[in-house]
């Protein structure tokens, strides 16, 4: 039985929780609580990690716990452990060039300046793999980093369990009917 691996990429500790770079770790989050997975912290892979089958495949739901910009190694790691092949490798991460809501599934891209996509192709040697970009919102004038590690606006927040799902239904579709369809269905959804 072939394994798959869905990695959310976001920053570890309570202050980080309901940032905008941390929309990652909340659509992992989300789909695990549809299938009734539960995350256990892994000491020796520095993260935390939820596995358990799904639609007949094996899944492993991966939180690296590194901050961003470090996620590369542990995903790595996970996909060397479990034998995932790259075609059944997804990752989840925030994305600034989005309109807030929007997502995005593309495979073999750029990391288009985004640190932990940066740090997964550095580990991984290639860009070759799935990534499901969510819209924060795009940052009219200040720093970045501010930006991305602030909270969202109390009218987004109410909107982020809707986008959560919506991410969450496009993984489902990739997990069961390969990136083609999941690509269709995220590619054509927005709030």
Avoid: C
Avoid at 118 to 141: C, F, H, M, P, Q
Avoid at 152 to 173: G, I, S, W, Y
């Amino acid at each position: 039985m072939a394994s798959f691996l869905i990695a959310g990429l976001g920053n570890p500790g309570k202050a980080y929780e309901k940032t905008r770079h941390n929309i990652g770790f909340r659509a992992v989050e989300e789909i695990a609580r549809r299938n009734a997975l539960v995350f256990k912290k892994k000491l020796l892979l520095r993260g935390r990690v939820a596995q358990g089958l799904v639609q007949e495949k094996k899944l492993f739901l991966l939180e690296p716990e590194t901050y961003m910009n470090l996620s590369g190694p542990m995903v790595a790691k996970m996909m060397k452990k479990h034998s995932i092949a790259l075609e059944n490798f997804l990752v989840i991460v925030d994305d600034i060039s989005l309109p807030f809501g929007r997502i995005r599934l593309r495979s073999a891209s750029g990391s288009g300046g985004h640190n932990g996509l940066k740090s997964v192709e550095e580990s991984l040697g290639t860009n070759a793999y799935a990534r499901l970009r969510i819209g924060v919102g795009d940052r009219k004038e200040g720093d970045l980093a501010s930006y991305v590690l602030a909270p969202f606006t109390p009218n987004e927040e109410k909107l982020v369990p809707e986008v959560l799902e919506r991410a969450a239904d496009v993984a489902n579709v990739w997990l069961t009917d390969g990136l083609t369809s999941a690509m269709n269905r995220a590619n054509q959804t927005s709030l």
